[in-house]
């Protein structure tokens, strides 16, 4: 999938193509839905099925201290929506200049001049432009002025007793449920990124861990999990803690993951970890050998969950 950062970075071979917009965080089933119809657009138009969103979102630029947390970094964003068949991703970054957009000039700027749109796809409450004046009635209205063979709406998905949504999706992380997460997203909640070598104290600690760092800040709970590690073909049962380490006075969360296993070596290689069970709260200890006891109990709650003998 190719990705387009920035709108100055959009070019006369990306005009013309079925265009859906929206956040897509976390790329659940209501998404899914969403980028179904939006492969049958495509189809129908013989175009290239293409993605809209803007990072960061309208609501952390605007409010970035009060701006809700990620479901997914961006790179996982990505991945997901190539498993969804889009073909095109334009990120752009939302600015000053975009708060100020009428809808109007939204629509002629970027979907008429820029992307040259044969079709657009969005959720039945979609707003966009200054004050959030536009809605699907005014892009319906614009199809019709400009020869867009169709703008369509795609209605929420029901799971349980509300709709597939973020803001449930970061309910559930953020308490670690990853169960109810799962039935959001049509899959288990996993992150991906190249292992980055770490202060090795893990392997200090008797537990070596692969680690990933993000630049957001996700909603996932803190804690230690029980998990399942994929690199090149390969996969192994693990344990690992996402947070910020506060026993080695970390600052910013990451990812380490041990693996119940022999992996070789693992730095510089993409490495996607897969949730599976919450163990526990991250927490502080008093010393390292406590963290070190704490750890081999975390190891023997995974193996546990994976039904490993010890």
């Known amino acids: 999938m190719e990705i387009i950062r920035g709108l100055h970075n959009i070019r006369d071979r990306h005009h013309g193509c079925a265009l859906a917009i929206g956040n897509f965080d976390g790329v659940h ?62 990120c752009l970054r939302f600015d000053g200049r975009f708060a ?12 008429v001049r820029r992307l040259g749109v044969v079709a657009v796809i969005v959720g039945a409450d979609f707003r966009f432009g200054a004050q959030r004046a536009g809605d699907v009635a005014m892009l319906r209205a614009a199809g019709d002025a400009y ?31 990853l169960a109810a997460a799962e039935t959001l997203l049509g899959r288990r909640y996993a ?6 070598s770490g202060q ?15 630049r957001e800040r996700l909603a996932l709970r803190h ?6 590690m994929a690199c090149d073909g390969a996969e192994w049962p693990g344990v690992a803690n996402f947070g910020t380490r506060p026993t080695v006075g970390g600052d910013r969360p990451r990812l380490e ?17 897969t949730f599976h069970q919450f163990i526990r709260a991250e ?3 008093d010393s390292l050998d406590a963290l070190s006891r704490q750890i081999r109990a975390d190891v023997e709650a995974a193996r546990a969950h994976f039904g490993l003998s010890a």
Request: hydrophobic share 45%.
């Open 200 to 214: 090795r104290l893990g392997r200090d600690l008797g537990a070596a861990t692969a680690n990933l760092g993000f």
């Open 147 to 177: 020869a867009i063979t169709g703008v369509e709406s795609v209605d929420d998905v029901a799971v349980g007793e509300g709709r597939a949504s973020s803001t449930r999706l970061r309910e559930h992380l953020g308490a670690g449920d």
């Open 100 to 111: 100020r957009f009428a809808p109007e000039t939204y629509i002629e700027e970027v979907l």
């Open 283 to 285: 927490q502080r200890f």
């Open 191 to 196: 992150l991906s990124g190249v292992v980055r």
């Open 29 to 90: 089933l209501g998404h899914q839905a969403l980028l179904e119809r939006l492969r049958a657009q495509a189809g129908a138009c013989a175009s290239v099925p293409a993605v809209q969103s803007f990072r960061p979102t309208a609501a952390a630029w605007f409010d970035p201290d009060n701006a809700p947390p990620a479901v997914l970094p961006v790179r996982d964003t990505a991945r997901e929506l190539a498993a969804q068949g889009v073909q095109r991703w334009s």
């Open 257 to 273: 993951a041990h693996a119940l296993a022999d992996t070789g070596a693992l730095y510089g290689r993409q490495l996607t970890v």
């Open 223 to 228: 804690g230690v999990y029980a998990v399942r």
